[in-house]
């Protein structure tokens, strides 16, 4: 009997990452009925974080209210609860994601983490001792800021008024109290899932690199930064720490940095993160094959992207890999010197992307079926 470690990340638009798992192990329960298949559901931090690590960790979604990227939105959305109840997982753009604003209403002068905030309170409210937060996909430019108001700390102007802080009126902070800062943040491990390593300020910061995608004109770019440099000062000089420049600062618009400083938190590669959680290693190492995927596989995968993190612990576990993905892009080449045994694509030649995204679990399947018939013939 074959055992298969099932570990994909999400295809974009098209699969989740549970989803992919269980297309692939039909695929191979089609060739293999005996076959033994472990599915581990994958991410990187962001979109599909929360649901991967419920599916692998036998969760649950605990749904709440919360306040979404502008100050007027109510939204209700959910974290994961892990680990028998002693983590949770929170993913920021289920609060204050770019999804949650049509594109005519997006502007980070605006924007706030202030409803992360809030599920970073309910999830201290459940009495937890660690908490995972993912920060891909925000439409914030804020720092962290809105977080930090949600946790207890206060903000106030020049003339002594409290604010409501968002991206455009840093600036406008004269001074930070810290005392009604939530007192548990203490005694809980907070880990950030993020493979962003842009600092918070500067031509490589949150403002400049990832401003434009989030509706900022070059204009607003400038004062989104000149709002960041002040605020980060300001909250420096206040607590004695030295973060704007630690790689990762500038994940979701600054809400690295805002964690660091305010929560204590540590930034991980969230790949890394997501397989220690999920103990991939472990199951890889009693595997014969390991199945991975997403959306796209190119160059840019070896930049930290789910599959070339599976690559890498099963070359380690000296494991064949075969990746499957919707597009398989230019520069795959190195690709095979980082552990991948075969790389995928699983649509039919000329198909049309919306056909694409339609049949993607269909597709995933054949593909799959094609390559453990290959794996049947050669007697591996």
Sequence with gaps: MKTFVLAPD??????????ACQAMQRGILQVFPDANCITVPMAD???????ALISSLKGERVTCQVTGPLASQSIETYFGLVDAGQTVVIEMAKANGIHLLEVARRNPMLTSTYGTGEMI?????LGVKKIIIGLGGSITNDGGSGMAQALGVQFFNATGGVMQVCGGNLNQIDRIDFSRLDSRLKNTEILIASDVNNPLCGPNGASVIFGPQKGATSEMVQQLDRNLRHFADL???SLDISFKNFPGAGAAGGLGFGLMA?????????????????????KIADADYVFTGEGKIDHQTALGKTPFGVAQVAQQLNKPVIAFAGLVGEGIESLYQAGFSQIVGINPPDCLLKDALKNAEINLKKAVVQAVQNIQEQGV
């Design 10 to 19: 999400s295809f974009k638009e098209s699969m989740t990452a549970e989803q």
């Design 45 to 51: 931090g962001g979109e599909g974080t929360v649901d």
């Design 235 to 237: 909250v420096e000089t």
């Design 262 to 282: 305010f929560a204590g938190a540590k930034l991980q590669s969230g790949v890394a993160l997501i397989m220690e959680q999920n103990r991939l290693a472990e």
């Design 121 to 125: 309170k309910q999830a201290l409210d």
